[in-house]
């Protein structure tokens, strides 16, 4: 069964640096989505991607944050300058149309030093 | 604002029996309705998707069922097997494409 992927699966910065964190979505999806979930905390909404341009986003998405679909399958979530409070697991998601089910990878664990 | 709220947060059961899960909510304005499995370390699988004009969908063991009037929704799992032991969570798309998580029932499920 497809699946979406993402790596690394554990990404380890200092605090100030710049992180990237890649996803591959299923290949004949049109919607993409980037979650977070820090420990012991809900899973919380930062962003969704249609037709190459955000179409949602939270208000954890400020300005430190971007992302990108550089080519046919990578989708890219770009943090600029790293926050401690920006330690937590990360969750990519992709869907056929946009009613139709989120599909989420295994998740990248980002941890600021 | 959504809120979402599941109770009980966690849960103990023998092999075998019959449970349901619940998730309450405060928008009745909604998309759409999923419900998730999340195992330790690991994503979120999809289960059953309840579209805003249905009342529920079954897959397998499991039946989802949705009641906007209440701002209610509950999973049932038949016969539970321990390899049902996870986090289950349920989610909810107010404004299209934006899920707004509950925070989950953790099951046990012993045999």
């Known amino acids: 069964e497809p699946e979406v992927t993402q790596t690394p699966s554990h990404q380890v910065t200092q605090m100030g640096q710049e992180v990237i964190l890649r996803c591959v979505p299923i290949s004949n999806h049109l919607y993409f989505y980037w979650y977070r979930q820090i420990l012991g905390q809900k899973v919380e909404f930062l962003v969704s991607f249609y037709n190459n341009e955000i179409s949602e986003k939270s208000e954890i998405f400020d300005d430190q944050f971007s992302v990108e679909r550089p080519d046919g399958s990578n989708f890219t979530l770009k943090i600029r300058s790293t926050k401690l409070e920006d330690s937590a697991m990360y969750f990519c998601?992709?869907?056929?149309?946009?009613?139709?089910?989120?599909?989420f990878g295994d998740g990248t664990r980002l941890s600021i030093l | 604002k959504q809120e979402v709220t599941q109770i009980p947060a966690a849960l103990s059961v023998p092999e075998g029996e019959n449970l349901v899960l619940n998730c309450s909510f405060t928008d009745s304005a909604i998309y759409n309705l999923q419900w998730f499995r999340q195992d330790p370390g690991k994503g979120l699988t999809s289960l059953l998707l309840?579209?805003?004009?249905?009342r529920e969908q079954t897959s397998g063991r499991l039946n989802a069922s949705l009641d906007k009037s209440s701002g209610r929704s509950t999973l049932y799992i038949a016969a539970s097997q321990p390899g049902d032991s996870a986090t289950y969570l349920c989610a909810f798309d107010n404004a299209g494409n934006m899920l707004t998580f509950g925070g989950g029932t953790r099951l046990m499920v012993k045999p």
């Open positions: 998601a992709s869907s056929e149309e946009g009613e139709k089910p989120q599909h």
């Open positions: 309840i579209q805003s004009s249905q």
